[in-house]
């Protein structure tokens, strides 16, 4: 505890740059020299705040063909697209132990076109999606991630590939923190996989 104080003067007195961002990365830096650890210390401090608010938004994900996988903290699938529970579902489910906050990045670049709370019940059961958001990706391809846990990046946003658009929750009608993802090609849900 007695070092905090110190290394956090220590971080203040090294944040040169012209953003926000570049003085946090100057400062990390200076504290380690290296810029592995930059990266990794630069993507846990976005994944505890509202990196599309002050900062580029992204992490450490890897982008290929412009397209980025939309929880770099795990691949592993718990629920596939398909017939469930006597109805469609129409996506894909991501989760693992110690999802919850995690961050989201969108699957490729484009326009968020929502970015809302949706609730409703079904069967006298909690359903829909929570905080989710919408990108259309242009060419009839529009991506949903659904169930945050708190409002993701604002409607209207350009994004791109691999930035942060919100973080895995456990809301709507969810039964355990994990992201639902769905792909929409015009205006029809298909497979993401």
Do not use: C
């Not at 109805?87 to 894909?92: K, S």
């Not at 009608?173 to 996989?193: A, D, K, M, R, Y």
Request: glycine share 12%; hydrophobic share 35%.
């Amino acid at each position: 505890e007695d070092a905090i104080h110190s290394a956090a003067k220590y971080l203040a007195a090294n944040m040169k740059g012209t953003t926000e961002t570049d003085k946090i990365k100057a400062a990390i830096f200076a504290y380690n020299h290296s810029d592995i650890y930059v990266s990794e210390v630069y993507d846990r401090f976005i994944s505890y705040t509202d990196g599309w608010e002050e900062f580029d938004g992204s992490v450490a994900t890897t982008i290929k063909d412009g397209k980025a996988w939309p929880v770099p903290y795990t691949k592993r699938i718990t629920s596939h697209f398909g017939p469930r529970w006597g109805r469609l579902h129409a996506g894909i489910d991501i989760a693992l132990d110690g999802i919850h906050g995690q961050p989201i990045v969108a699957f490729s670049g484009g326009t968020v076109t929502r970015s809302e709370y949706n609730f409703f019940y079904r069967d006298g059961k909690p359903a829909g999606w929570g905080w989710y958001v919408k990108i259309n990706h242009g060419n009839g391809l529009s991506t949903l991630y659904a169930h945050m846990m708190k409002q993701g990046i604002a409607a209207n946003q350009e994004v791109k590939a691999g930035q942060v658009i919100g973080y895995v929750g456990n809301t709507g009608g969810s039964t355990g923190p994990h992201l639902h993802l769905e792909f929409w090609v015009n205006g029809v849900q298909q497979n993401p996989i």
